[in-house]
C-alpha cells in the first residue's frame, strides 16, 4: 500500500512539475521560438493540463480529508481515496452507498443553498 501511494504522489508531482515548466516556457518567450505547428500543439497541452490539473497546482502532498458533495458523479474520486486511505466526508442522497464514506451527511445534493449550507458549517468547522 506504502508502494502505492508514494507513485500516486510522484506521478502527481510529474503532472505538476509539467504544467509549471510549460507555464514558464510561455512567460519566458521560448514558445515563440518554436514552429507554429509545435506551439500549437504545446498551448493545446498546456490549455489540457490546466483544465484538470489547475486546481491542485499547488498542493505538496497528498490531502488530510476529501469533502465529496455527489458521491454519485464523483465515484472515481470516491475509490481513489478509499485506496490511498484519505478520510472523506460525504454528502449523502437516497442514491448513495453511505459505506463508502467515513462520515456520512445526509442531505439533497441536487439542491444549491442545502450544499452551500452544509459546506459553509464544515469550512468553519476546519
Known sequence: ????????????????????????GTK?????????????VVKRQLSLLQTY??????????PDIVIIVDQHEEYTA????IT???????LIDT???PDLADISIPANDDAISSIRLILNKL????
Open 1 to 24: 500500500m506504502a508502494r502505492r501511494d508514494l507513485n500516486e504522489l510522484v506521478h502527481y508531482r510529474n503532472e505538476t512539475s509539467e504544467v509549471q515548466g510549460l507555464e514558464n
Open 28 to 40: 519566458t518567450g521560448r514558445l515563440n521560438r518554436l514552429p507554429k505547428r509545435d506551439a500549437a
Open 53 to 62: 490539473l489547475g486546481g491542485i497546482k499547488y498542493m505538496t502532498g497528498l
Open 78 to 81: 470516491l475509490r481513489e481515496c
Open 84 to 90: 490511498l486511505g484519505i478520510p472523506t466526508i460525504c
Open 95 to 97: 442514491n448513495c452507498d
Open 123 to 126: 469550512v468553519f468547522a476546519i
